[in-house]
């Protein structure tokens, strides 16, 4: 079983910056495929970015491309969502998610393990 916490998120103006993490249990961490998911009110939830296991490839939203960069730190068991250029649209509670395998997957049902989320809210 792996356990997932993500921190980091909050209040922000919109053009700011946050960056979120997501602190996993387990040492097979290197072995796992991360995303980040968000979903905001009344909406479905959406996937943001992920990883691959080595950290070799990554998968971004259209929505968030050029603005948010992921990455991971093994040696930390953590998995970053790095946001710049906030906007009101990306106020949304952010999930980080685990997949057993390797391979980066962008639909959440690839992914096994869920953290229980981080409000991010960025204001006008």
């Known amino acids: 079983q792996v356990q997932l916490v993500e921190s980091g998120g909050g209040l922000v103006q919109a053009g700011g910056s946050l960056r979120l993490s997501c602190a996993a249990s387990?040492?097979?961490?290197?072995?796992?495929?991360m995303g980040w998911f968000r979903q905001a009110p009344g909406k479905e939830r959406e996937f943001v970015a992920a990883?691959?296991?080595?950290?070799?490839?990554?998968y971004y939203s259209d929505s968030v491309k050029g603005r948010f960069t992921i990455s991971r730190d093994d040696l930390k068991n953590t998995v970053y969502l790095q946001m710049f250029s906030l906007k009101p649209v990306d106020t949304a509670v952010y999930y980080c998610?685990?997949?057993?395998?390797?391979?980066?997957?962008?639909?959440?049902?690839?992914?096994?393990?869920w953290g229980q989320g981080t409000q991010v809210t960025v204001s006008s």
């Open positions: 990883i691959s296991g080595t950290g070799g490839i990554t």
């Open positions: 998610a685990a997949r057993r395998v390797g391979f980066a997957e962008i639909t959440d049902s690839s992914y096994d393990y």
């Open positions: 387990g040492r097979t961490f290197s072995r796992y495929a």
